[in-house]
C-alpha cells in the first residue's frame, strides 16, 4: 500500500516459502521475484538470503528484522527493524508486577520497537526521505494507521471503508491480499 501510495501501477509478487528462515529457499525465491522483473525485494524472513542475492544481482532490497545493509551494500534500500528489547522489557516487566497475560501483543513505531532504518540517502531522494520521514511521525503519533481506509483486495472489492481502522483482532483475521499484490494465499 505504501508503495502504491507514490507510484499506483506498482505490482507486488508474493512467494511462500513457509519457513522463518531458510536460506536456500529465500534465495531461490529472490531469484525467482528477480527473473519476474522485481526490481526491489523485501522479506518477512530471518536470515540474510534476499538481500545477498539482491546485491549479487544488482537490484535493491530492504533487510528484515535487522540492519542488513553489510550483507548487500550495494543493493539495501533500507531495513525493518525489530528491537527486541521493547518487548522483553514490557513483558519481564508486566512478570514482576504479577499482570502478565498470554495475549496478542502489539508493538510498533510508536512504542519505538520497529523502525525503518539506515535509508539509503546516497539513491533515496531527499524528497522521499521527507516523506518517509513524516509517515513515521504519523504512525508515532497515532495520526495515521496503515490499516484505515479504504482499502481494496486485489480483486477491487472494498474491504476496509473510508472513516474505519481495522481493530487488532480484525488485523489477525486478515486472509485476503490488498489491491495490488498479485499471488495466491497458500492453502
Known sequence: ?????VNPKVHTKVIWINSWFDPGKEKQAAETL???GADVLLQNTDSNATLNTANEKHVWAFGWDSDMKKFG???HLGSVVAHWGVYYNAVIQQVLDGKWKNDPVWLGISQKAVDLEDLNSSVIPAKAMQAVAAKRDELHTGKW????GPIKDQSGA??????????DPELQRINWYVEGVDGSLPK
Open 1 to 5: 500500500m505504501g508503495a502504491r501510495s
Open 34 to 36: 528477480i527473473g519476474q
Open 73 to 75: 551494500p550495494n543493493a
Open 145 to 148: 494507521d496503515v490499516f484505515s
Open 158 to 167: 472494498e474491504k476496509v471503508p473510508a472513516g474505519k481502522t481495522l481493530s
